[in-house]
């Protein structure tokens, strides 16, 4: 069956690297997706990662590992607005997308 | 209006009332989705489109109907709500070429009591 698990929440200080993991196990595989979401706001894109490895956009970075179903998002120099819901997605063929329910980061000064 | 726009931005309805939920994308994109997000679970697909005229069933479609009339309008509609469609519900699109990206509207906080 389709499953795609995520931390619930988790801890981090401002300034620090925070990993946020992803593990999924789909029929098919297209893709992953990474995206944040505000409380009370609609989710916004921040990656995209179709072959293994580091894609990397200035403070983020995704991680990709097809063979072990495992993603990474790493969050570098974390600043409180950075607190918010991540949330991991697989495509599985053309267009629709498998959700995790979300990491709830939470942003400590 | 820029990007994807939804109406109303939050609503209280009474159960067993017909209720429509609005979608407008002003990005030309092909494909649309309707998605519910409750507590503690993920974005669940309800219904989505590839292309206007046609549509398909996600993974928890009973009690709602969508129609693609043309390629900017996607409205959700309730037949009979219950209570256990409480939640919000969130609009999206995406261009609609393999490895595309969705892009969300604001979302409707739905209340059915």
């Known amino acids: 069956g389709q499953n795609i698990d995520q931390p619930t929440e988790m801890t981090a200080t401002e300034g620090a690297i925070v990993q946020i993991n992803c593990t999924y196990q789909t029929s098919g595989f297209n893709g992953l997706f990474w995206y944040q979401q505000h409380a009370g706001e609609a989710p916004t894109f921040l990656s995209y990662n179709v072959l293994d490895g580091l894609e990397e956009k200035g403070r983020f970075s995704s991680f990709l590992s097809r063979s072990k179903g495992y993603s990474y998002l790493l969050l570098k120099e974390l600043q409180m607005k950075d607190s918010a819901s991540y949330l991991c997605a697989v495509r599985e063929g053309n267009y629709q997308l498998i959700w995790g329910a979300g990491t709830k980061l939470i942003i400590k000064p | 209006i820029a990007g994807i726009t939804q109406a109303p931005t939050s609503q209280i309805l009474a159960a067993g009332r017909r209720m429509t939920l609005r979608c407008t994308q002003d990005?030309?994109?092909?494909?649309m989705y309707w998605y519910r997000q409750d507590l503690g679970l993920g974005l669940r697909l309800i219904h989505y489109?590839?292309?206007?005229?046609?549509?398909g069933k996600g993974e928890v479609p009973d009690g709602y109907s969508v129609s693609r009339a043309n390629t900017d309008d996607f409205p959700l509609t309730l037949a009979s709500a219950v209570p256990s469609q409480t939640s919000v519900y969130f609009c999206a699109s995406s261009p609609g070429a393999e490895g595309d990206t969705q892009y969300f509207g604001p979302g409707t906080r739905l209340t059915v009591l």
């Open positions: 990005m030309r994109h092909n494909a």
């Open positions: 489109s590839n292309t206007a005229g046609t549509t």
